[in-house]
């Protein structure tokens, strides 16, 4: 990647913060509970021994997880392992943030933080398990392809930060997108395709988010991709 390339890609935002609504509610809990969940980023990497009371059997992100129902699930369904939710949206995380309290889970952290940024300047390589993305925004429009997050120069950043044997798993329901995501993988070195009867069971067990339920209700098909880094 040329030095122009690499500038572009990183002004490039995968996302628009535009008016995100955000209720009284979520408001406070990025206040009073920021402290306790949320996972501060400074000029060092991210110490995650530190970050939670006791060590997991593996390290699980989701990136973008919206309004949280997979990543409280996950949480709650892997209470050996530790979990990181990765979210730009004020609302979002604040609606997860109280729910973490209420629900008292201990081993999932919040990071309020661009996942290009972070991944570039904030994690260490090596050190995640699993790498989630469900439903990353697909950019339809042609000229907007330039902002879509998994691209080949992200996927590079995925494949360093996952451990050896880590996974990426990803759902989307738009198939142009699948189909070129699919296509950036076949053209990378180092990854494996796991076997249906290999798919883990912590990706099994992931539930519904409230856009893949609408999606479903309006006859538009899930697409998955797993790949395994050797």
């Not at 201990?106 to 439903?135: A, P, R």
């Not at 990353?136 to 392809?145: E, I, L, Q, T």
């Not at 997108?177 to 883990?200: A, H, I, M, R």
Request: hydrophobic share 35%; glycine share 6%; net charge positive.
């Amino acid at each position: 990647m040329t030095l122009v390339q690499k500038e572009h890609f990183l002004s490039s935002k995968s996302y628009v913060l535009r008016n995100n609504r955000i209720t009284k509610a979520q408001r406070k809990a990025l206040t009073v509970l920021r402290k306790d969940y949320i996972l501060q980023v400074g000029k060092n990497p991210l110490d995650f021994s530190k970050a939670f009371k006791k060590q997991g059997d593996c390290l699980i992100a989701d990136i973008g997880f919206g309004s949280g129902e997979s990543l409280l699930s996950l949480a709650e369904n892997n209470q050996n392992s530790n979990i990181i939710g990765i979210e730009v949206y004020p609302s979002g995380i604040g609606k997860v943030l109280n729910q973490i309290k209420q629900r008292n889970l201990t081993n999932l952290k919040v990071i309020h933080q661009d996942v290009t940024t972070l991944f570039k300047s904030f994690i260490l390589n090596e050190t995640f398990d699993y790498l989630i993305f469900l439903y990353p925004d697909p950019w339809p429009k042609r000229k907007h392809h330039k902002r879509r997050l998994l691209r080949k120069e992200f996927l590079d950043l995925v494949q360093k930060k996952l451990k050896p044997g880590g996974f990426f798993y990803c759902k989307t329901d738009w198939e142009e997108y699948f189909l070129n995501v699919e296509k950036e993988f076949s053209c990378q070195k180092g990854w494996l395709t796991p076997k249906e009867k290999d798919f883990p069971v912590v990706l099994k067990n992931l539930s519904k988010t409230n856009y893949e339920n609408k999606a479903v209700k309006e006859g538009r098909k899930t697409l998955e991709l797993l790949y395994r880094k050797g």
